[in-house]
């Protein structure tokens, strides 16, 4: 399996567009997380779901944030407007069911610098 | 809810000498814990989990753990490091029975020199 896919792998813009960060989850996996890694905060959870249903949103910082499963195999994240503070590298991760125990597979991430 | 302190924000060692990373965890009900390792520009892949049994874990590249359930410690250990070992690690922590939210420590930056 090639693992978590994660596109872009970089992404820069402008303050005040919209950006898409995209995530494609091992086959077969029924769960899926996004996560934001800074120097000053670490690795925060922003949103995961389960079977493409979010199961727990309370780690997305507002509005401006959205993400959705449309399908199982893709996830995106969206920011509108983004701000430089968005700026970050943004993990997707994913796991089979049954969830518990079992590790999270990362993708190698996007680093997103808003300016 | 559960938290996670990495006391050592950054450990720098010598090649070949043993190495230590600190995590104490904070938690109302029993947890399972777990290690990972980022290297640079990478995701995060697994080292090492403690689930059940034994308190001892082994995990990938020689590193090992211990769980200390009266000092709510996980504390992680290699007996001789290599120039490949640099790289941050984080443990992190996820409640038994509760959700699948796994709570991350900020990390600890292992730097191995020659």
């Known amino acids: 399996d090639a693992g978590v896919i994660q596109s872009p792998r970089h992404e820069v813009t402008e303050m005040g567009q919209e950006v898409t960060l995209r995530c494609k989850p091992i086959?077969?996996?029924?769960?899926l997380f996004w996560y934001r890694q800074t120097m000053m905060r670490g690795l925060e959870l922003l949103i995961y779901?389960?079977?493409?249903?979010?199961?727990?949103d309370s780690g997305m910082p507002e509005d401006r944030f959205s993400a959705k499963m449309p399908n199982a195999s893709f996830s995106t994240l969206k920011i509108q407007p983004s701000e430089p503070r968005d700026s970050a590298v943004y993990f997707c991760a994913s796991i089979p069911t049954p969830g518990q125990r079992n590790e999270q597979y990362f993708g190698p991430g996007t680093r997103l610098t808003v300016t | 809810a559960q938290s996670v302190t990495q006391l050592d924000s950054q450990v720098p060692v010598f090649e070949e000498a043993p190495v230590e990373l600190r995590c104490n965890y904070s938690s109302s009900v029993s947890v399972y814990l777990f290690w990972y390792v980022q290297y640079p520009n990478q995701g995060l892949q697994l080292l090492l989990k403690y689930l059940s049994g034994s308190t001892l874990v082994k995990g990938i590249n020689g590193f090992e753990a211990e769980f200390n359930k009266s000092q709510t410690s996980f504390h992680l250990r290699k007996p001789s490091v290599h120039i490949s070992d640099t790289a941050e690690y984080f443990c992190?922590?996820?409640?038994?029975?509760?959700?699948?939210?796994?709570?991350f420590g900020k990390g600890t930056k292992l730097t191995v020199n020659p």
């Open positions: 779901f389960n079977n493409n249903v979010p199961i727990d």
């Open positions: 992190a922590v996820l409640s038994q029975g509760g959700s699948e939210k796994l709570v």
């Open positions: 086959s077969g996996h029924d769960y």
